[in-house]
């Protein structure tokens, strides 16, 4: 322990703790920009300089380990110039477009601008002539609102090992850029959308589809929409409620609201992966075919085909679940209407960006009739309610619309790392023993370890298992499979930290709460599973009826028709 | 002749000034050429010497083709061509001597305490025989059979600080890093030389490398080093080349490798060639660079004695600081302290460019006053014109004015004065200069390498040029000078790396010491070194 002075307060802290972390336990807010939760250090703001006994200049609090006796001042009239000071230089570089930016309300550089009183700027603006890059289905970077904190380039580089970005040029010419200025459609991006969760302004947002929605309501078409698992944890949030609140029954009547003719449960979808899934480890099981690994998350796919296309067979041949419920509200749905699939539109909420790009991919369509129209992220959601004037927090609760608004516990818990796993268990074990599975909860694979690895026993057969989330933690994964260090029978891979709870088109959570932001989204998942008396994807009596009248059985002609779809090496350019 | 040997100064600078044609004029009339490195007339360049037998060393300046053989045709007949530079000791046996000054007698050569340059221009640095002549290597043979504890203690008695920028004591740089606990711990010099007016480094590098290689090889022994790296900058290739070569001949002669000297002792060194970004001088983005990462500067701590390269104990020094070691392992810790400043002692090679009438890099004991450096050793100012300021400590550092020129050149009293020692490059500026201008010209050097990690150091040297060039186009407010004295307490205060935190001293440092010259460009928008270009 080190016994520290800060703001008056003598204090004992571990050895090795930083000024920045020591002042937040006595409740001192030191404010900053480049320092995130879960990222490595930079100490380029400067805007948590301190100043410490002895020391001539100002340090960053953020990057300055306490000492033995050391005194700090993390208020005093000198440092709070200075921040003003360095504050006034950003802002002075930064376009005064707050009125219309993506991010407004929301960014942290017009909080601390209105926290420090900041009324002009200084200096004359500083104009950056940067275009918008808007060549990616799925994040849109707009160069001139970029602050360079380098927290993009920090979280795609160490949560996801695909590092994207870096910093390039010098001087007032230095820009986060993908490597040799390429534009993001040409690089080896995923789309997981992190990166427009850490950025702390309007630089970074998805690729915006609200209009596209609108033009679709517009269209004369059937538009239906489906709603992912985590989107009815977290909506709320951004309506004011605190995260995990479970708004399932509002997000449907507001969508009613909306215009849209039908609203769907993605859960349904999550349920009919499970049936196939599931059928298909059992296959695998009785073949010996290892590493069976899930194929929902759109951000895990692009990052194997982009940089494991040697792995490309462990991949479950199953859609996405928003993708499955797509192309049945197109072909099922769409028959017993009466209506042409192409006279049905499809628009998924999903807590991701990455659902963007993959709404764009050629193999997920049916006769050419792609599975589903437009993508809205749950931020987008928000947005949407707001303009068409809906006082969400005040709706009453309404039913998802049948036959595709039936579900289980078992697809709720999807939108959580570890719950398509729990969820094929159950299926799976019934499927392969023929008994009635007694505990259907799966702790091993719960929680927010990096691996988290079980072994099942399916009547005498030992079914190894590995959950892993963020991309970084994958690619260790896939080395230690490459080399031939471990041996499972399924995999699960999904790109966000915690899963779709913390997915990248998600509300963007404070920053200095977001993993018990996400925890909390999580926790609310697996609440509402056990609130359910469905709690088992093959027992859900909508599914049993779709593949009585439509599908057949699992991985049966139909079901490949409408379920199944194939992947591509991508050619390292990200296209 | 076979009793005759031209030695050409041939490094950077004397090719620079054609030394190439020079050697070859002399070859092709049959004479055997050396090249050796620069004895740091850089106004002299290109610069032979005369080597007949029986006769004392002669130097020509300027000898271009044709006054190769003029000068061949006169040293075959045993005189001096006309225009001679100087006779070595004495004249001896030459005819047509009696005009050429002794070299010993003139104020640009007695002035100097030749140290670390005395190989200079006179041994071929591609060849390690030469070195080992005139005594190289000794210091590290004797460090090997030393303690490294002693040989740490050699260095911190002799009061040797880095003679790079700071001036931080090596010896206790060295302990920090000894210190440190670990597996592996990392010697660096760097070489990455790169303020606009210095150039000893690249001088040392290319003229005597062995002993910037000796000094290194002591530091990699004294601090536990079995790997040391040479980080040179790129746009210096000839430097890079002949580190490379000397390693390899150091190795080829038992010095680096396994067991060196039947010791227990192994040591490697690998030549790393900066990818040439000013700021890769600063030790923590050195390091990023030698990582292969972005050369950014990392907060400190940890220091690089802490975890360096690799997350490694690493010892990082300056091509002259540890060319300075090699000596002081070869003659003892109180011969080097012989000379010197209370505080500052030793020699150090001073980079005379700008106005100077004869510029180059001249070895003065630190401590020595600004004025000897300027006018004895400088010759004052070219064609006559009077002085103005000298900015020493380069891009970071700032001006002397004619009231202190009298001060004496060491760490302390410069900072003192405003300015910084910093790697010992002198710019002179004559009366023509516009102060206003030369502080533009620092901030935008400063402003173009600034790495552009940190706010204050991007955007502070940005405003602050903006601030500065409201004043040369006449159109600053006196609200300006506090805007400037304010951002730029702000970037000393608050930026990340030594880049930032020296940027705004030399607008600082020409404002307070010429502060009417940039309020007649405000008031009267008046340049009067007309340099300057008002808006109507």
Request: proline fraction near 5%; charged fraction near 25%.
């Amino acid at each position: 322990m080190v016994k520290v002075t800060i703001d008056g307060f003598a204090l004992d802290v571990p050895d090795g703790t930083t000024v920045l972390e020591a002042a937040k336990r006595i409740g001192v807010r030191i404010p900053t920009l480049c320092a995130y939760e879960g990222l490595a250090i930079h100490g380029g703001c400067r805007l948590c300089i301190v100043e410490v006994e002895g020391t001539r200049n100002l340090p960053a609090a953020c990057a300055l380990p306490v000492r033995e006796g050391m005194n700090v001042k993390t208020h005093s009239p000198r440092v709070l110039d200075a921040r003003r000071d360095i504050l006034q230089l950003i802002l002075a570089s930064h376009p005064a477009d707050c009125k219309t930016c993506d991010k407004h309300g929301r960014c942290e550089l017009q909080t601390l601008s209105y926290e420090f009183g900041i009324r002009d700027f200084g200096y004359p603006m500083r104009d950056k002539r940067h275009y918008l890059d808007d060549s990616s289905p799925a994040i849109w970077r707009d160069l001139d609102k970029c602050i360079l904190c380098g927290r993009c380039v920090r979280a795609c580089r160490d949560w996801q090992s695909v590092g994207v970005y870096d910093f390039a040029n010098r001087g007032t010419q230095l820009t986060v850029t993908p490597a040799f200025l390429k534009n993001m459609i040409d690089t080896s991006c995923v789309a997981c959308g992190q990166c427009t969760i850490v950025c702390p302004t309007g630089a970074l947002s998805e690729a915006e589809s609200v209009t596209k929605v609108r033009e679709l309501l517009a269209s004369g078409k059937r538009v239906v929409a489906q709603v992912a698992p985590s989107i009815r944890v977290s909506l709320g949030e951004l309506f004011g409620q605190p995260p995990g609140t479970l708004v399932t029954g509002k997000i449907v009547t507001a969508l009613r609201r909306i215009g849209f003719a039908d609203v769907f449960d993605t859960n349904l979808g999550a349920d009919v992966t499970i049936v196939e899934e599931a059928s298909e480890l059992v296959a695998s099981v009785k073949t010996g075919r290892t590493h069976l690994a899930s194929s929902c998350c759109p951000a895990w796919i692009n990052f194997i085909e982009e940089y494991y296309p040697d792995l490309l067979s462990y991949l479950s041949s199953c859609k996405s679940p928003q993708s499955i419920l797509g192309a049945l509200a197109k072909s099922y749905y769409a028959q017993k209407l009466g209506l042409k699939p192409s006279e049905v539109a499809v628009v998924s909420v999903m807590p991701c960006t990455a659902k963007k790009w993959e709404a764009q991919r050629g193999e997920l369509a049916v006769d050419g009739v792609p599975d589903v129209d437009a993508i809205l992220t749950t931020r987008e959601l928000a947005r949407l309610i707001r303009e068409e004037g809906i006082d969400f927090n005040a709706l009453p609760d309404s039913d998802f619309d049948s036959p595709l608004g039936i579900s289980s516990g078992a697809g709720a818990i999807f939108g959580t790392t570890g719950g398509v796993t729990e969820a094929a268990l159950r299926t799976a074990y019934e499927f392969a023993t023929g008994k009635t599975l007694g505990k259907v909860e799966f702790e091993q694979v719960r929680g927010f370890a990096n691996l988290k690895e079980a072994t099942v026993d399916f009547d005498g057969v030992p079914v190894k298992i590995a959950v892993t989330h963020t991309l970084g933690a994958a690619r260790s994964l896939l080395e230690s499979l490459r080399q031939g260090k471990h041996e499972y029978q399924f995999v699960e891979v999904m790109a966000c930290p915690g899963g779709c709870v913390g997915g990248g088109g998600q509300p963007i959570p404070p920053r200095e709460h977001r993993v018990e932001t996400i925890r909390k989204r999580a926790q609310a998942l697996y609440d509402l599973d056990r609130s359910l008396l469905l709690r088992k994807s093959h027992e859900n009596p909508a599914v049993k009826q779709l593949y009585a009248e439509f599908l057949t059985q699992p991985l049966s002609p139909a079901a490949h028709k409408y379920l199944h779809t194939t992947y591509t090496a991508r050619r390292g350019d990200g296209r | 002749m076979t009793d005759t040997t031209i030695l050409v100064g041939s490094a950077t600078c004397g090719r620079a000034a054609a030394a190439e044609n020079t050697a070859k004029a002399f070859g092709e009339r049959g004479l055997p050429v050396r090249h050796v490195g620069c004895l740091g007339f850089c106004y002299l360049e290109p610069l032979i010497e005369v080597r007949k037998d029986g006769y004392p060393a002669v130097l020509y300046n300027h000898v271009d083709a044709a006054r190769a053989a003029a000068i061949t045709d006169a040293t075959e007949k045993g005189a001096l061509a006309d225009g001679a530079f100087a006779v070595r000791g004495e004249r001896g046996r030459w005819l047509n001597a009696e005009k050429t000054p002794i070299l010993e007698e003139l104020d640009v050569w007695k002035h100097q305490t030749r140290r670390v340059m005395s190989n200079c221009g006179v041994i071929d640095p591609e060849r390690i025989e030469d070195y080992l002549a005139a005594g190289g290597y000794t210091g590290f043979r004797r460090a090997l059979f030393l303690d490294p504890e002693r040989v740490v203690d050699e260095v911190d008695k002799a009061g040797l600080r880095g003679r790079g920028g700071a001036g931080f004591p090596t010896g206790k740089k060295w302990v920090l890093a000894r210190n440190s606990p670990a597996d592996e711990r990392y010697a660096i010099c760097n070489a990455d030389e790169g303020d606009p007016g210095a150039f000893m480094n690249r001088a040392l590098l290319e003229s005597d490398p062995h002993r910037v290689l000796e000094g290194l090889m002591i530091s990699a022994y004294a601090i536990g080093a079995r790997r040391a790296f040479v980080f040179v900058r790129a746009e210096k290739p000839l430097a890079a080349e002949r580190m490379e070569q000397a390693a390899q001949a150091a190795a080829a002669n038992g010095l680096l490798g396994d067991n060196i000297a039947g010791t227990n002792y192994s040591l490697s060194v690998e030549v790393v060639r900066s990818a040439g970004a000013f700021v890769c001088g600063e030790e923590t983005a050195l390091i990023a660079a030698m990582e292969g990462r972005r050369g950014f500067p990392m907060p400190r701590p940890p220091y690089p004695a802490e975890k360096g390269l690799w997350g490694k104990p690493t010892n990082i020094n300056n091509v002259e600081t540890l060319a300075h070691v090699a000596l002081i392992l070869q003659n003892g810790a109180a011969w080097f302290a012989q000379v010197g400043s209370a505080k500052s002692k030793g020699t150090k090679v001073f980079c005379l460019s700008g106005r100077a009438a004869q510029t180059g890099a001249y070895e003065i004991p630190l401590g020595t006053p600004a004025r000897d450096l300027v006018f004895t050793l400088g010759g004052g100012i070219a064609g006559g014109k009077a002085f103005r300021a000298v900015q020493t400590g380069g891009p970071s550092g700032g001006c002397l004015s004619e009231s202190e020129l009298d001060l004496p050149l060491d760490y302390e009293t410069l900072q003192g004065a405003g300015s910084i020692m910093g790697s010992g490059g002198v710019i002179v500026f004559d009366e023509q200069a516009c102060p206003v201008d030369t502080a533009k010209f620092f901030l935008s050097f400063n402003k173009a390498e600034s790495c552009g990690k940190c706010v204050p150091c991007r955007e502070g040297t940005y405003r602050l040029y903006e601030l500065l060039d409201k004043f040369s186009t006449g159109t600053a407010a006196p609200s300006d000078f506090d805007k400037i004295e304010r951002l730029g307490q702000l970037m000393k205060d608050a930026s990340l790396c030594g880049l930032g935190q020296g940027a705004p001293n030399p607008a600082l440092s020409l404002i307070r010491k010429f502060r009417a010259d940039f309020e007649k460009h405000m008031k009267d928008k008046v340049c009067a070194a007309n340099v300057c270009r008002m808006k109507p």
